[in-house]
């Protein structure tokens, strides 16, 4: 069970300092989750990941459950033995990856997810070249859907994602819940926002670990759905809370959705935004109070070539440019990481422009570095009253 | 320059314990020599090849010259400050890549030279889909060629290959030779020797820096021509010496000839076996007095899943079988190298079937680390007289 204890609030926004307790160690909040879907950071050894400065992960409940399976992991001693990560851990709850196959098609996320299990040929491009995707079935219990590995049938509901989390053994998991699509009608969300409480109750009956389970608020872009949920969510037992789905694509969207809704939640819980923290959204999110998120953009990016760096007036690099071959700077001039500390980017654009894998992992290692290393100062500005 | 002494000998066979001193650093012989084809490790950063013991690393001159070119290299402070890697460096003289651009049709050496381009479609496979490879001309200058890269008309012989590498800087470097085709008659070694003893000459002649130049000496599968070449290149006054080419394909015929041959080299200089260092052929070569090899076999085969073990019974795995995800024993159970103290079997397997780029590394971090230790083992043995 996780301990979460607010140290110190800010007096300008909702912005908070804490000191979030596992198991496993002791998270400082606001905090940067990286994401290692497959139970690795890609790219990089779980090492590294510390010397990152990350504190915890969170892995991904649907990939890891098709592959290779949360039979094998709780064989090999959980997740953190599997991944040799002895730090905190999160599961996510597998529902945006399932309820994603059903949308995917309308938003092209077919190309992401296709990425995501490694280029390879899927069922899911075959599936998604007829007319409708034929994917999904939702019920009142769950969803059907077919593996992205081998076409099978399969099911995930609350029931079926709370024992998958269960044999993974995370830290922190997440409540099954409707991730609905970005284009959804008021309607839709508020029928699928009655699947998502309904679920989130099995699941608290569910569980019998001493995991910690974070219930999560869903709600679309509709502010008074958003509180609704938030409301329904703060009644229940819940260690913690996930906040999930889309806010309309704008940031004052999101922000005034957050402003309104957060206070909904108990105060004493930790909040946790699911797949959201590119940098400029990271100071936003935090003045809303809230203490960690997930993010793929420090690794993500960095498999394109892309560093982020802390120049005013360059926010990112391409070291794919050819121009960065004459270039002896490190990546970053003020960053400490042991990336910027040892090679220039006349190196790291060489290794790229040959299709060296070590460009990728040391783009890598100083994305999260440099992420980490943003939201630790943020720390500091909280607790110096500066933020 | 380099000092170099031989500190023990055999009573039993040729092999001696050395030390290998150069500015960058000391080498103790017998010693492997990684490959750094293109200014790095595949997979690993130069501070964790240093952690795989390795003492000296070779990059590749014809790779470097096309891509990113010796002048961006020079003017980044050479190649050591070029990819961090401060110990002892060698380049090869970029023969032997030139001419398998001639034999390569003949021996589908096409495939490996397109994987050592990142996979990328190139200009030789173009050429070779004709009936004839007219990529290459030799005269007695050197060898005109195609860029791999971007078809460009180039030109490499002695000069040529003795300006760049003074540019990359390396510790050792190489005299350029022709490498003749596996399948290539004595008439034809016989004159390309000739060649190759003009071109050590004028590779002497060209030196400009401090850096220890090696001869080399060829001669095929034919024992009086390879006797013929060490007495000319012994001759010569080099800083050690390399042995290239083709063998005739027979472990015993390559013992046979190192072991009439290597004798009429000077025996106080070292002596680099190119491009030869497979487990079994380790101990044969050193036993002929070799002191150093370079090999592509521990990093090439990690990037295909396999790992080398000191199992008596078994001498590598294949970590993409299916059966290893049930395996919770580390690669190598008496190995005491980073990735098998602190990852398993399954775990490696997982990754390598999610087409996990983490798995290569960790993969190429054990077989460097292995072989490594291996030659350790050696040179431990002859200091104690058990070798």
């Known amino acids: 069970m996780i301990e979460f204890k607010v140290q110190k609030k800010s007096k300008k926004s909702k912005a908070r300092l804490g000191i979030l307790k596992t198991k496993h160690g002791i998270v400082e909040t606001p905090c940067l989750v990286p994401v290692a879907t497959q139970a690795v950071v890609k790219t990089l050894d779980s090492k590294e990941v510390k010397e990152t400065g990350s504190q915890i992960l969170i892995a991904n409940t649907f990939h890891l459950h098709l592959r290779p399976g949360e039979e094998l992991i709780k064989k090999s001693g959980g997740l953190h033995n599997f991944m040799n990560w002895q730090g905190p851990l999160m599961t996510d709850s597998g529902g945006f990856q399932v309820f994603s196959l059903g949308f995917g ?25 007829g007319n409708q995707p034929k994917l999904l079935k939702i019920t009142e219990d769950g969803v059907y859907f077919k593996s992205l590995i081998d076409g099978s049938d399969l099911f995930l509901g609350p029931k079926e994602s709370i024992k998958i989390q269960e044999k993974l053994g995370a830290d922190i998991i ?5 991730c609905p699509p970005p ?71 999101m922000t005034g959705i957050l402003n309104k809704s957060i206070s909904f939640l108990q105060e004493k819980k930790p909040r946790h935004l699911l797949g959201i923290g590119r940098l400029e959204d ?85 994305n999260l570095y440099f992420f980490n290393n943003f939201v630790n100062k943020i720390r500091q500005d909280i607790k110096q009253g500066k933020f």
């Open 105 to 129: 098609r309308d938003f092209k996320i077919n190309k992401i997810l296709k990425q995501s299990i490694g280029g390879k040929e899927s069922v899911l491009t075959k599936v998604l070249s």
């Open 174 to 178: 997440f409540a099954f819940d409707e």
């Open 183 to 253: 284009n959804a009608s008021y309607e839709y969300i508020k029928n699928s926002l009655e699947k998502t409480h309904k679920w989130a109750k099995t699941c608290q009956k569910e569980r019998k670990t001493k995991q910690s389970l974070f219930g999560i608020v869903q709600g679309g872009k509709y502010s008074d759905l958003r509180i609704e949920s938030a409301k329904y969510i703060s009644s229940l037992d819940f260690d913690g809370y996930g906040i999930g789905g889309e806010f309309g694509g704008d940031k004052k969207n």
């Open 282 to 366: 990271i100071g936003l999110i935090i003045n809303q109070g809230i203490d960690t998120f997930d993010c793929t953009i420090p690794t993500h990016y960095a498999r394109r070539g892309i560093a982020f760096i802390g120049n005013k007036s360059e926010q990112s690099l391409d070291l794919n440019k050819k121009k960065f071959l004459l270039d002896k700077n490190p990546l970053d001039k003020k960053c400490k990481c042991f990336v910027c500390q040892n090679y220039k980017r006349n190196y790291i654009c060489h290794l790229l422009r040959a299709k060296e894998i070590t460009a990728l992992k040391l783009l890598t290692f100083h």
